[in-house]
């Protein structure tokens, strides 16, 4: 049997698992709805039993206190809980309940076992968000060996990312669910890398269903003026269903009659697609202008030109995506399974991960594909910068009153530096005469692009410099970041006069192996099914 390595696509609103076959060919394993996405939505229907998936989805409106969704979006968030049935679920563990259900049901229709596995994380995603998702994949009892970008899976899948002698660069459109982001890498020979991403985290196809939906209850009070369904949950979501169907069905055909019946009401609203586009073209415009933010950015690293654009997410298959993206940029985009690219990508990636070890026994099984992908490399980069807190120098209240003086990040590792990174140091002063100590508090950008606003970054972890000697305002201190490749920063804090130095260490991510282990054995005591 082939070595069965398995690539997960852990979606915000749908996920996917695939592997591959012994033709080296990425096969989705099918839900056990029989369908290639699941949603990635948990129903907690008793204590201890979990309904993961479709059934989960159509239970959202009726009972939402006990439907957890859009998970993702907590990821690596510290403190942050969910209560069903009075027990407590983290982000991991919902998570690692959605993963369970995956490699379940992946394993009831492939007959393979699945525990080796690549799970995939946007290309935005910071160091604690990456973590947290290895986590949910030990917490649901899987290795994993890897995480990997979904954009770089997406590329993958399009052979995008075959070597050849010249530097080509890719841009993906990624437009899913419940988030977009558009990601530009760079592949030169045998190394891929990430040039910068953007996007927008709440912008997605539920806004375009909810644009329908809206469109869907005008017609209905018009029809019906003296009934409101919005007011009747079932009736709710019978709509978003609707919605949903018809947004799917307009992007292979030009209309469809969408019927709608609320108690012993009913009306049937004739919609045709360029009513939709026209319905939602600004949510699209937002889309482009984060487009054109991207290539933008890129243009400033050098990027002359794309190679390659790629879309993903299934909301690109909406016609209008590559419409507006070659109307606007021009540039032409290739469609090929946009849903399914992640995983497939993911389940190539994880057997460039074992071909590493298991290369004899691909070849036996006639795996050409194994060596050429055994020596492709992804440098793992900086997802985002990190800097640490200091007073602004152009404030001239910096010198004259420092505690009223302005705020801000100084970013020392800027996003997409390649790991291992070693900033070497970087020239502070004290603010304050006679300041003793100084405290080096460490921030990591929030959002998709670096601002020095603190109110754009979160603050990861905190050391003290002590023992300066007492002196006026103006101290030296040189501080230095290193990050090793699995994310681990050492800060390096030396003040020039006296000598002294702290040197301390941020595990930026959550839930220590205790923890893991703990939730690992709860989330085992689980009955999970699709
Ligand atoms: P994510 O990765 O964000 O969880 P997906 O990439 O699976 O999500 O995309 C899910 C979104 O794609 C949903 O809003 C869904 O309605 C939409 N979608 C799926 N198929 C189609 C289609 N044929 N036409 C338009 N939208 C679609
Ligand atoms: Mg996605």
Same mark, same amino acid.
């Given at each position: 049997?082939?070595?069965?390595?398995?690539?997960?696509?852990?979606?915000?609103?749908?996920?996917?698992?695939?592997?591959?076959?012994?033709?080296?060919?990425?096969?989705?394993?099918?839900?056990?709805?029989?369908?290639?996405?699941?949603?990635?939505?948990?129903?907690?229907?008793?204590?201890?039993?979990?309904?993961?998936?479709?059934?989960?989805?159509?239970?959202?409106?009726?009972?939402?206190?006990?439907?957890?969704?859009?998970?993702?979006?907590?990821?690596?968030?510290?403190?942050?809980?969910?209560?069903?049935?009075?027990?407590?679920?983290?982000?991991?563990?919902?998570?690692?309940?959605?993963? $369970?259900?995956?490699? %379940?049901? #992946?394993? *009831?229709?492939? @007959?393979?076992? !699945?525990? /080796? =596995?690549?799970?995939?994380?946007? &290309?935005?995603?910071?160091?604690?968000? $990456?973590?947290?998702? %290895?986590? #949910?994949? *030990?917490?649901? @009892?899987?290795? !994993?060996? /890897? =995480?990997?970008?979904?954009?770089? &899976?997406?590329?993958?899948?399009?052979?995008?990312?075959?070597?050849?002698?010249?530097?080509?660069?890719?841009?993906?459109?990624?437009?899913?669910?419940?988030?977009?982001?558009?990601?530009?890498?760079?592949?030169?020979?045998?190394?891929?890398?990430?040039?910068?991403?953007?996007?927008?985290?709440?912008?997605?196809?539920?806004?375009?269903?909810?644009?329908?939906?809206?469109?869907?209850?005008?017609?209905?009070?018009?029809?019906?003026?003296?009934?409101?369904?919005?007011?009747?949950?079932?009736?709710?979501?019978?709509?978003?269903?609707?919605?949903?169907?018809?947004?799917?069905?307009?992007?292979?055909?030009?209309?469809?009659?969408?019927?709608?019946?609320?108690?012993?009401?009913?009306?049937?609203?004739?919609?045709?697609?360029?009513?939709?586009?026209?319905?939602?073209?600004?949510?699209?415009?937002?889309?482009?202008?984060?487009?054109?933010?991207?290539?933008?950015?890129?243009?400033?690293?050098?990027?002359?030109?794309?190679?390659?654009?790629?879309?993903?997410?299934?909301?690109?298959?909406?016609?209008?995506?590559?419409?507006?993206?070659?109307?606007?940029?021009?540039?032409?985009?290739?469609?090929?399974?946009?849903?399914?690219?992640?995983?497939?990508?993911?389940?190539?990636?994880?057997?460039?991960?074992?071909?590493?070890?298991?290369?004899?026994?691909?070849?036996?099984?006639?795996?050409?594909?194994?060596?050429?992908?055994?020596?492709?490399?992804?440098?793992?980069?900086?997802?985002?910068?990190?800097?640490?807190?200091?007073?602004?120098?152009?404030?001239?209240?910096?010198?004259?009153?420092?505690?009223?003086?302005?705020?801000?990040?100084?970013?020392?590792?800027?996003?997409?530096?390649?790991?291992?990174?070693?900033?070497?140091?970087?020239?502070?002063?004290?603010?304050?005469?006679?300041?003793?100590?100084?405290?080096?508090?460490?921030?990591?950008?929030?959002?998709?692009?670096?601002?020095?606003?603190?109110?754009?970054?979160?603050?990861?972890?905190?050391?003290?410099?002590?023992?300066?000697?007492?002196?006026?305002?103006?101290?030296?201190?040189?501080?230095?970041?290193?990050?090793?490749?699995?994310?681990?920063?050492?800060?390096?804090?030396?003040?020039?006069?006296?000598?002294?130095?702290?040197?301390?260490?941020?595990?930026?991510?959550?839930?220590?192996?205790?923890?893991?282990?703990?939730?690992?054995?709860?989330?085992?005591?689980?009955?999970?099914?699709?």
């Amino acid at each position: 049997m082939a070595p069965a390595t398995f690539g997960i696509d852990l979606g915000t609103t749908h996920s996917c698992i695939a592997y591959v076959d012994e033709a080296a060919r990425p096969v989705i394993a099918k839900s056990a709805v029989g369908e290639d996405t699941t949603p990635s939505v948990v129903y907690f229907e008793q204590p201890g039993v979990a309904l993961v998936g479709t059934a989960a989805k159509n239970s959202a409106l009726l009972a939402p206190h006990l439907v957890a969704q859009l998970v993702k979006r907590d990821m690596g968030r510290k403190n942050t809980e969910f209560t069903y049935h009075g027990r407590r679920y983290t982000p991991e563990k919902i998570s690692a309940l959605i993963l $369970r259900e995956l490699a %379940r049901a #992946a394993e *009831e229709n492939t @007959g393979h076992t !699945v525990r /080796d =596995v690549v799970i995939t994380v946007p &290309a935005y995603f910071g160091i604690a968000e $990456r973590d947290a998702t %290895r986590k #949910a994949g *030990e917490i649901a @009892g899987l290795n !994993v060996l /890897d =995480v990997l970008d979904e954009p770089v &899976a997406a590329a993958l899948h399009h052979h995008a990312l075959d070597s050849s002698p010249q530097t080509r660069h890719v841009l993906v459109y990624d437009l899913g669910g419940g988030t977009f982001d558009t990601t530009v890498i760079r592949v030169s020979g045998d190394d891929i890398q990430v040039v910068c991403t953007d996007g927008d985290g709440e912008l997605g196809g539920a806004n375009w269903d909810e644009r329908i939906v809206d469109h869907l209850l005008a017609a209905f009070r018009e029809a019906h003026p003296n009934l409101d369904p919005s007011a009747d949950e079932q009736a709710m979501q019978a709509f978003a269903e609707r919605a949903e169907e018809v947004k799917k069905a307009l992007s292979a055909t030009m209309s469809r009659n969408v019927a709608l019946r609320v108690g012993g009401a009913a009306v049937t609203v004739p919609f045709t697609r360029q009513q939709f586009e026209d319905l939602t073209a600004d949510l699209l415009d937002r889309t482009l202008a984060i487009t054109g933010r991207a290539i933008e950015t890129a243009r400033r690293k050098g990027v002359e030109h794309f190679d390659e654009v790629l879309l993903a997410g299934g909301m690109t298959r909406m016609p209008a995506v590559a419409a507006r993206l070659k109307q606007r940029f021009g540039l032409d985009a290739r469609l090929s399974e946009p849903d399914l690219a992640v995983a497939k990508g993911a389940a190539l990636f994880a057997l460039i991960r074992q071909a590493k070890n298991v290369r004899g026994d691909a070849r036996q099984l006639g795996i050409t594909a194994v060596d050429a992908m055994a020596k492709k490399r992804v440098a793992t980069v900086v997802p985002r910068a990190f800097g640490v807190k200091a007073l602004d120098p152009r404030d001239p209240l910096a010198l004259t009153d420092p505690l009223r003086a302005r705020q801000m990040v100084a970013h020392l590792l800027q996003a997409n530096t390649e790991l291992p990174a070693d900033t070497g140091p970087y020239p502070f002063q004290t603010a304050i005469d006679n300041q003793r100590m100084a405290e080096i508090e460490v921030w990591e950008q929030a959002g998709p692009t670096a601002s020095e606003e603190l109110a754009d970054n979160t603050k990861v972890g905190h050391g003290m410099l002590t023992g300066i000697p007492a002196r006026p305002a103006g101290c030296r201190i040189e501080i230095t970041f290193y990050m090793s490749e699995t994310g681990a920063l050492t800060v390096h804090a030396k003040e020039l006069e006296g000598g002294n130095d702290v040197r301390f260490d941020l595990a930026i991510g959550g839930m220590d192996h205790k923890a893991v282990a703990k939730a690992r054995t709860d989330i085992a005591g689980h009955q999970v099914s699709g």
